[in-house]
C-alpha cells in the first residue's frame, strides 16, 4: 500500500507539469503522469497501476481543482487505466522485455481504440454539457491547431487518436528506459 501511496503522488506531480501538443487541440495535454502507474503495475500487478491512476486524478482534483468539471481527470483515469491494467496483465504472463513490449504495444493500442468511442460518445459529449459550450466551440479548439478537425469525427480521427497513440508511445518509451534501473526499488 506504501509503495501504491508513493507512486500515486509521484504520478500526480508529474501531472503537475503538462503541456500542449502542436497539431493538437489545446485540451488535450501531454504529460508524463502515468509513468508511475505503469511502473506500478508492471512490479505489484495490474490492479495495483489502475488504483495508482485513480489516485492521481483524485489528488489532482481536490488539490489542483479542474478546469474540465472534472470530465480531462475522468478520461485521464479511463484511458490510464485501460492502457496500464492492458500492460501490466500481458507481463504477469511472463516478467520479461518481450511481454513488457507486447503488453505496452497493446495497451497502446487499446487505450487508442477506447479513446475514440468514450471521447465519441461520452467525453467529449459531457464535456460540453458540463462547460456549457456547444460541441461547435470545442471542434473550433480543434480547427484552429489543426485545419484538418472540421467536425466531431474528425476530432477523433485527427486530434485524439493520434494523440493517444503518441502518448501511449512515449510513456512506453520511458517506462522501457527506466523500468530496470527502478525495479529493486520497486520490489523492495
Do not use: C, Q, W
Amino acid at each position: 500500500m506504501v509503495k501504491i501511496s508513493v507512486l500515486s503522488v509521484i504520478a500526480f506531480i508529474i501531472m503537475l507539469f503538462e503541456v500542449s501538443v502542436p497539431l493538437f487541440p489545446g485540451f488535450l495535454k501531454m504529460d508524463l503522469s502515468d509513468v508511475p502507474p505503469l511502473l506500478g503495475a508492471f512490479a505489484l500487478g495490474p490492479l495495483a497501476g489502475v488504483v495508482i491512476e485513480l489516485i492521481k486524478n483524485l489528488l489532482h482534483v481536490v488539490i489542483r481543482g479542474t478546469y474540465t468539471a472534472a470530465v480531462g481527470e475522468l478520461s485521464n483515469f479511463i484511458l490510464g487505466a485501460i492502457f496500464v491494467f492492458t500492460a501490466g496483465s500481458i507481463y504477469i504472463i511472463k516478467k520479461d522485455k518481450k511481454h513488457a513490449i507486447i503488453g505496452m504495444l497493446v495497451g497502446t493500442i487499446l487505450m487508442s481504440l477506447a479513446g475514440i468511442l468514450t471521447n465519441y460518445y461520452i467525453i467529449i459529449p459531457f464535456y460540453t454539457k458540463a462547460m456549457g459550450l456547444p460541441l461547435n466551440t470545442i471542434i473550433e479548439m480543434g480547427t484552429v491547431a489543426n485545419p484538418r478537425i472540421i467536425d466531431l469525427k474528425t476530432m477523433i480521427i485527427y486530434g485524439v487518436t493520434p494523440f493517444n497513440i503518441i502518448k501511449g508511445t512515449v510513456i512506453s518509451v520511458v517506462v522501457s528506459i527506466i523500468y530496470k534501473k527502478l525495479s529493486p526499488i520497486l520490489h523492495n
